[in-house]
C-alpha cells in the first residue's frame, strides 16, 4: 500500500518527472497567453473567452456561446494583428474559434408548444353558415360550412 503521508515539493516532483515539468510549464504559457488575449481583446468578449492551446503556431481560442463564438470570428483578424505585434506572438500564423458549451450546463430539452384550441360561439358559427350559402364556389362553401359546425 502507498503512504501518501511523505511529502514532496514540486521542485523535487519537476526533477523526478521531467514530463511533468513540460506541462508545468505549458499550463504557465498558455496562462500568459490568456492575460495577454484578454488585455488585446474587446472588453465585452473578455469574461467569455479563454485560451485552450497554441499548436503549430496556431492560437486555438474556446466559448460557451455558438453566438460569442461568431463574435469572435468576426474579431479574430484584428486580434491576430495586433497580437503578432507582441514580440513573443510574431510567429502565430492563424487562431482557431471553438465552441465549448460550460459543463456544469445541463442541455436544454425543447418543449412541444401547447396547441391552443380557440372555440366558435354560436353567433360567429351561425354567420360563417350564413355567409357559405351564399358563395358560389363550391370547394369554399364545403370548406366554411365545415368551420362553421367545429365545436
Known amino acids: 500500500m502507498t503512504d501518501y503521508r511523505n511529502k514532496f515539493s514540486l521542485t523535487e516532483l519537476l526533477a523526478v518527472s521531467p ?3 513540460e506541462i508545468v510549464n505549458k499550463v504557465e504559457q498558455l496562462a500568459k497567453l490568456n492575460r495577454i488575449v484578454h488585455q488585446k481583446l474587446d472588453t465585452k468578449l473578455r469574461r ?3 485560451v485552450a492551446n497554441l499548436r503549430d503556431n496556431i492560437l486555438i481560442l474556446t466559448t ?3 453566438a460569442l463564438g461568431h463574435l469572435l470570428r468576426f474579431e479574430k483578424t484584428e486580434l491576430l494583428t495586433t ?3 507582441d514580440p513573443t506572438l510574431c510567429h502565430l500564423k492563424s ?3 471553438k465552441v465549448r458549451p460550460l459543463s456544469n450546463q445541463k442541455p436544454t430539452i425543447e418543449k412541444q408548444p401547447t ?3 380557440s372555440t366558435l360561439s354560436k353567433f360567429s358559427a351561425e354567420l360563417i353558415k350564413n355567409t357559405a350559402l351564399n358563395i358560389d364556389s363550391v370547394s ?3 370548406a366554411l360550412l365545415r368551420l362553421s359546425t367545429l365545436p
Open 19 to 21: 514530463v511533468l515539468g
Open 48 to 50: 467569455y473567452c479563454r
Open 64 to 66: 460557451s456561446s455558438p
Open 83 to 85: 497580437l503578432r505585434t
Open 95 to 97: 487562431i482557431e474559434i
Open 115 to 117: 396547441v391552443v384550441r
Open 140 to 142: 369554399l362553401r364545403t
